[in-house]
């Protein structure tokens, strides 16, 4: 079943180096990587910050090593990994990452 993985990096370079080890490890088949801005708080304080979002395009099933791989690899010490189970996915969309992420997972 696919899966979208949300999470963000504080520059373009960490960004391209987790979308691109996600996707040669095999656990992502897309990664897509887009400028935004982020108000949030941490510790306390309230932060205004330039990020990267990354999208990841993945299956159910490696939900739990992209969250073990994030920790591991990322630099924030809390990153955002949030999971979005889509309600439909167009039927040669999800073929193609079904086809994608099985032939590599092999």
């Not at 801005?37 to 990841?56: C, F, G, H, M, P």
């Not at 395009?57 to 999971?83: D, N």
């Amino acid at each position: 079943m696919p899966l979208i993985i949300y999470t963000t990096a504080p520059n373009k370079k960490e960004a391209k180096n987790l979308a691109k080890k996600l996707c040669k490890r095999n656990l992502a088949a897309c990664v897509q990587i887009s400028k935004i801005r982020s108000v949030y708080v941490w510790q306390n304080v309230l932060q205004d910050e330039k990020e990267l979002s990354l999208t990841i395009k993945t299956t159910q099933r490696f939900y739990k090593k992209i969250c073990k791989f994030l920790r591991k690899h990322h630099s924030y010490e809390v990153p955002e990994i949030i999971a979005i189970k889509p309600r439909k996915v167009e039927k040669h969309y999800k073929k193609w990452l079904g086809e994608v992420l099985q032939r590599y997972s092999s």
